[in-house]
């Protein structure tokens, strides 16, 4: 079935600017969102229909889409944004939804 | 302010049934375009999107586990509930219900936006 494929991990100083990518077929059709979690907790949406960004979510996460890839970009990234990062979209057909495999992002 | 909480067994055994309740607030599933979904997430591991339920009735599935899962709802009750046949230890999972809009023209979605804390379920003799 349809998946989504993330790196498993990203490092950057504070500072520096990260960017997470995510690649799936139907990317280039679907909309893609981007969850924010930290160990124990639920995820948080960080970014929707691929470049939106939910109110109270900082100006320095961003989101870009070009055909099958879609991209999370942090800019000035801070210690507290050290957590995982999900995609997620849905099949071509829209019928179901799928997550990315995870992405670790290490705050140096 | 939109609320979900799971509730449901901790433990189960191989090859039971697991039946999972989401109770909501503030949203109302008779609202078009709103929807519930379940979501889970194998200790150290992935999320997985298993089941939506939409206000329509409309049900989706995780194809991979289609044959395993019912999901229904109770919009009386501001409830979905989630049944999971035959489990497995590797279905040993904290399982999530979450909000999502959709499954309407001129709806929005702006993804899974409220989630529940989570219910831990281990499969295990």
């Known amino acids: 079935s349809y998946g989504l494929t993330q790196p498993p991990s990203v490092s950057v100083s504070p500072g520096q600017t990260a960017r997470i990518t995510c690649s799936g077929e139907a990317l280039s059709d679907q909309y893609a969102y981007w969850y924010q979690q930290k160990p124990g907790q639920a995820p948080v949406v960080v970014i929707y229909r691929d470049s939106e960004r939910p109110s109270g979510i900082p100006e320095r996460f961003s989101g870009s889409s070009s055909g099958t890839t879609v991209t999370l970009t942090i800019s000035g990234v801070q210690a507290e944004d050290e957590a995982d990062y999900y995609c997620q979209s849905s099949d071509s057909s829209g019928t179901y939804w799928v997550f990315g495999g995870r992405t670790k992002l290490t705050v140096l | 302010q939109i609320t979900l909480k799971e509730s449901g067994p901790t433990l189960v055994k191989p090859t039971q049934t697991l039946t999972l309740t989401c109770t909501f607030s503030?949203?109302?599933?008779?609202?078009?375009?709103?929807?519930v979904g379940w979501i889970r997430q194998p200790p150290g591991k992935a999320l997985e999107w298993l089941a939506l339920?939409?206000?329509?009735?409309?049900?989706r599935y995780r194809p991979s586990l289609k044959s395993r899962l019912t999901i229904t709802k109770d919009s009386s009750k501001n409830q979905v509930v989630l049944t999971m046949t035959n489990m497995d230890p590797v279905d040993t999972a904290t399982y999530y219900c979450?909000?999502?809009?959709?499954?309407?023209?001129?709806?929005?979605?702006?993804?899974?936006?409220?989630w529940g804390q989570g219910t831990l379920v281990t499969v295990s003799s």
């Open positions: 979450a909000h999502r809009l959709g499954g309407l023209r001129g709806v929005i979605s702006r993804g899974f936006d409220y």
């Open positions: 503030g949203f109302s599933l008779s609202t078009s375009g709103v929807g």
């Open positions: 339920i939409y206000w329509d009735d409309d049900k």
